[in-house]
Nanobody
C-alpha cells in the first residue's frame, strides 16, 4: 500500500511559478513510476508528467514541455512538479499518482494504482 500526499498548491499570478511536492509512504518508493495529473473544473483528469522509478526517464504532455519539470528524490520518497510561466488554463487540482507499471502513469488515468487527494492550483490572470 502506498499513500500519497500532495502539497504546494495555491494562488499565483499569471507568469508565476509553483513547485508541487508529493510525499509517498512505504519503503519501495524507487520501484514505483510516479506521475502528475490535473483536473480542471468540468473537465476530465488529464496527464501532465511522469517519471520512471529506476532510470528517471521523464515524459510530459506535449503542450507543457519546457514549462513543467518533474523530478524525484528517492531518498526522501518525494516527487516534485516545478511549474513555470503559469497560465490561467493551468488552473486545476493537481494529483500525484503511483504505479509499478510506467505506462499506467503516462496517459489514461484509469488503472493507476495509487492517487493522492490533490492540491489546488489557481492561476489568476
Amino acid at each position: 500500500q502506498v499513500q500519497l500526499v500532495e502539497s504546494g498548491g495555491g494562488l499565483v499570478q499569471s507568469g508565476g511559478s509553483l513547485r508541487l511536492s508529493c510525499a509517498a509512504s512505504g519503503r519501495t518508493f524507487s520501484s514505483y513510476a510516479m506521475g502528475w495529473f490535473r483536473q480542471a473544473p468540468g473537465k476530465e483528469r488529464e496527464f501532465v508528467a511522469a517519471m520512471s522509478g529506476g532510470s528517471g526517464i521523464t515524459y510530459y504532455k506535449d503542450s507543457l514541455k519546457g514549462r513543467f519539470t518533474i523530478s524525484r528524490d528517492n531518498a526522501k520518497n518525494t516527487v516534485y512538479l516545478e511549474m513555470n510561466s503559469l497560465k490561467s488554463e493551468d488552473t486545476a487540482v493537481y494529483f500525484c499518482a503511483a504505479d509499478r507499471v510506467l505506462s499506467q502513469v503516462r496517459g489514461d488515468p484509469n488503472g493507476v494504482d495509487y492517487w493522492g487527494k490533490g492540491t489546488l492550483v489557481t492561476v489568476s490572470s
